[in-house]
């Protein structure tokens, strides 16, 4: 099976501006999250996705939102960009979104914003 | 109090030795642990997932889980240079939602 994709896998923007990062997960996993990864904070859990309802989300603003299509497919969009969004985006999916399910990480969208 | 805590090292150890890694969590609700492995510049790949009390072997690799002191561990046996990396150690809460600590950072020496 295809492993997770992300798309774009670098992306530069400026202060203000929005950005829009997709996700495709590996086939017939319905389960979709997304984390950031900064030197500072670490890995963190934004939001998950399972069958286009988000049933999850971690302490972040509300500039940063997400949505799923009903081929699982996940976008998640970041609006009005600040420096300190610079970070490594990751995804990640699991078959059903059960807590012991192991998930699997797409290559991430590396952002940089100036 | 951090959720999920790690030495963020580094940890340096001589090839083939034992490298020990620990992790200690603060939700007792916890059910799920797991252990990835992330190369600068790559995302996380499972290394080891624990669900119950003891230890779970897999190659050179042992994870041990206490869930009385909530603690999370991972032997590396015969330790290899391709082992240095950063070993993120991560509990899931609720929904899908990993936590993950800050990680440790293994160097193997030659």
């Known amino acids: 099976k295809a492993g997770v994709t992300q798309t774009p896998r670098y992306l530069i923007k400026t202060r203000g501006q929005q950005v829009t990062l997709s996700c495709s997960p590996i086939?017939?996993?319905?389960?979709v999250s997304w984390y950031q990864q900064t030197p500072g904070q670490g890995l963190q859990f934004l939001f998950e996705?399972?069958?286009?309802?988000?049933?999850n989300k971690g302490n972040f603003p509300g500039r940063f939102s997400g949505r799923q299509f009903s081929n699982s497919r996940s976008e998640m969009n970041v609006s009005t960009l600040e420096l300190g969004d610079s970070a490594l985006y990751l995804c990640?999916?699991?078959?059903?979104?059960?807590?012991?399910?192991?998930?699997?990480f797409g290559p991430g969208t590396r952002l940089l914003v100036l | 109090q951090k959720e999920v805590e790690q030495n963020s090292g580094p940890l340096s150890v001589p090839e083939g030795a034992i490298a020990s890694l620990n992790c200690t969590y603060s939700?007792?609700?916890?059910?799920?642990f797991f252990w990835y492995r992330q190369y600068s510049g790559k995302s996380p790949e499972l290394i080891m997932s624990?669900?119950?009390?003891g230890d779970k072997e897999d190659g050179r690799f042992t994870a041990q889980l206490n869930k009385a002191s909530q603690y999370v561990s991972l032997l590396i046996r015969d330790s290899q240079p391709s082992d240095s990396a950063t070993y993120l150690c991560?509990?899931?809460?609720?929904?899908?939602?990993?936590?993950f600590g800050t990680g440790t950072r293994l160097l193997v020496s030659p």
């Open positions: 624990i669900y119950s009390n």
């Open positions: 991560a509990v899931t809460t609720g929904f899908q939602k990993l936590v």
């Open positions: 990640a999916s699991t078959p059903l979104g059960l807590g012991e399910e192991t998930q699997y």
């Open positions: 939700d007792r609700g916890s059910q799920s």
């Open positions: 996705y399972f069958s286009e309802t988000q049933r």
């Open positions: 086939s017939g996993h319905r389960s």
